[in-house]
């Protein structure tokens, strides 16, 4: 009865155990977004990477940054990844355990999910020959992280996430997302084993066929495809944040650039202004469009109303926890000062 999330679409799936899935859309109101949380009620070495993922060009990348930004390149133009997460109120994996975790999932659910991941690559997968490859990225959540009475799996889907690219032959194929606070997974015997209650540990998705690189994009690309041809450079090391789960999937992460000077900008809903920091990330996964630029639109709410669900009972039957979770709990989840998550997309504005 081991569960993985299988995303059909935008909403989010409840599940009680393999094989019962029940999709809820998600409503959103003025500052408040309706999410079902995904749950399951269940009984129960690290790899050689060894494959280069294609990336832009030491040359294009350091033509591309400036001050902070230059100075954190390593001589082969890549943007150093640390090896654990940032610590928070709730404890967090680390790099090390993140690919370990990996590892055991290619081995014991992909092939459970080929039907999903076929489709949203758009082309055949060898799952034989799957394994890691490039960098887990790590995606900063926006949000406060929330109180310890929320459950564990409602707390994940608001929190941060590891995104690692699965590769075969070293072609990117399937992007998993590992939910960083999902500290009470273990591996036994190679399995990764669950806690009684669990749900959005993993959220996985095929990698569109013709990308390239880690997914969602690596943070040199992000930098090459936000510098400007006007003259702004990054100034400072990208930082990968999550989306809120109404906006996409953990994959739909963007990265946050700081341009210097700042550039001009139209964006989709507010016009021609100035920014000085510009993030990059895919619009859609599903069809998948390629990432484009996005500004911070200059009001964000400080917070979103989130209906909480209660913890399953064990041995509680699907239908009897339907009529229980009919009207769930509403709890205020906060935006981390100077932090943002409302976006617009934005096209860049040649100077005058």
């Known amino acids: 009865m081991h569960h993985t999330e299988i995303p059909l679409d935008h909403a989010n799936a409840r599940t009680f155990g393999r094989g019962l899935t029940r999709m ?26 060894g494959v280069r993922m294609q990336l832009p060009s030491a040359a294009a990348v350091a033509a591309s940054v400036t001050g902070e930004a230059a100075a954190a390149l390593s001589a082969d133009g890549l943007f150093p990844q640390a090896d654990s997460a940032s610590q928070t109120k709730y404890p967090e994996l680390n790099r090390g355990q993140v ?23 758009g082309g055949s997968i060898n ?17 406060v992280p929330p109180a310890e009475d929320w459950p564990a799996p409602t707390r994940r889907h608001f929190g941060p996430w590891w995104l690692v690219t699965l590769c075969s032959e070293g ?41 390239q690189g880690e997914f969602p994009m690596s943070p040199e690309s992000a930098v090459t495809l936000v510098a400007q041809r006007g003259g702004s450079k990054v100034s400072a090391a990208p930082r990968l944040f999550a989306v809120a789960p109404r906006d996409g999937l953990p994959q739909n992460a963007r990265w946050l650039t700081v341009l210097s000077p700042a550039g001009h900008y139209r964006g989709a809903k507010t016009g021609v202004r100035t920014a000085s920091e510009v993030f990059a990330g895919s619009k859609q996964l599903y069809p998948y469009t390629e990432p484009r630029r996005w500004i911070a639109l200059p009001e964000q709410h400080p917070s979103l109303t989130v209906d909480v669900y209660p913890t399953p009972n064990p041995g509680e039957t699907s239908a009897a926890y339907q009529v229980r ?24 504005v040649a100077r005058r």
């Open 24 to 49: 809820w859309p998600s409503r959103l109101a003025a500052l408040a977004c309706h999410t079902a949380i995904a749950w399951s009620l269940v009984a129960c070495s690290e790899q050689a990477v």
């Open 99 to 121: 690919n370990a975790f990996a590892d055991a999932w290619i081995k014991q659910f992909a092939r459970l999910h080929r039907t999903f991941l076929t489709r949203t690559r």
């Open 127 to 143: 799952f034989s020959k799957l394994a890691r490859c490039g960098r887990a990225l790590y995606a900063e959540s926006p949000f």
């Open 171 to 211: 072609t990117p194929q399937v992007s998993l997302a590992i939910s960083a606070w999902a500290t009470d997974l273990s591996i036994a015997d190679g399995q990764i084993r669950f806690p009684t209650i669990s749900g959005n540990e993993f959220v996985s998705i095929g990698i569109p066929v013709g990308s």
């Open 325 to 348: 979770s009919a009207h769930p709990e509403q709890k205020t989840l906060l935006l981390k000062p100077g932090y943002v998550f409302e976006y617009e997309e934005a096209s860049e």
